[in-house]
């Protein structure tokens, strides 16, 4: 059972262009949630999703970030026209459908994302 | 549950002592609580659990504590060890699966 995959796991992109970050989630897991990193900095809660649903998107920008997990394929997390503030970490976490005594989040290694 | 552009406190130890982490979670609805390792240029990594309904839980070499009262949670390492420098990270989550996590704390063990 491979862990949560994430891809690219360094993307470089010029400002004003768009990223797209994967997310793949464990196998028969269909709650993804996203989080960002600065450096020397602590986790930051940005969207939490099921299949085809957005639950929580209190983390994400108003403007320029989306997020979207479709029935087929990994988790997206897309931020358009970017800027150098843009530049973290990102880190994908999956945990399963089912809400079990101990249901925890498996951690993806992360993109690292840097505006030029 | 969130922490905005905060720096991460820092804990220095000396190899073989024993370390105690702190972290206050923010929701007296959470029920379950984990904390995970987080090593330089990697993504956090599960280390300990505990539900609301214990207040001690223990592993190998790592103990949490859970104080619903006021709502805070420790980790203690035994014996610490090199490989233990890292970030270490407390998440509470709630009953919609909704994990949040604090600040984090800086572990550095000098040999």
């Known amino acids: 059972n491979a862990g949560v995959m994430q891809n690219p796991r360094h993307l470089v992109r010029r400002r004003g262009q768009e990223a797209r970050l994967r997310c793949s989630p464990m196998?028969?897991?269909?709650?993804v949630y996203w989080y960002r990193q600065l450096p020397e900095e602590g986790l930051k809660f940005m969207v939490y999703?099921?299949?085809?649903?957005?639950?929580?998107e209190s983390g994400m920008p108003k403007e320029r970030f989306s997020a979207e997990f479709p029935k087929e394929g990994p988790s997206i997390l897309r931020i358009q026209q970017v800027v150098r503030g843009d530049s973290a970490a990102y880190f994908c976490?999956?945990?399963?459908?089912?809400?079990?005594?101990?249901?925890?989040?498996?951690f993806g290694q992360g993109t690292r994302l840097t505006v030029v | 549950g969130e922490n905005v552009g905060l720096h991460l406190p820092t804990l220095s130890v000396q190899e073989g002592d024993n370390s105690i982490i702190n972290c206050a979670y923010s929701?007296?609805?959470?029920?379950?609580f984990i904390w995970y390792k987080q090593e330089s240029g990697k993504g956090p990594q599960f280390i300990i659990d505990?539900?609301?309904?214990?207040d001690k839980r223990q592993g190998q070499r790592v103990t949490v504590l859970l104080n619903k009262t006021v709502k805070h949670l420790s980790l203690q390492i035994a014996a610490t060890q090199p490989g233990d420098s890292a970030v270490y990270f407390c998440?509470?989550?709630?009953?919609?699966?909704?994990?949040?996590f604090g600040t984090g704390t800086s572990l550095t063990v000098i040999p």
């Open positions: 998440a509470e989550i709630l009953a919609g699966n909704q994990f949040y």
């Open positions: 196998k028969g897991h269909s709650h």
């Open positions: 929701n007296s609805a959470s029920d379950y």
């Open positions: 999703l099921q299949k085809e649903n957005i639950i929580d």
């Open positions: 976490a999956s945990s399963p459908r089912v809400r079990g005594a101990n249901t925890e989040a498996f």
């Open positions: 505990i539900r609301s309904n214990m």
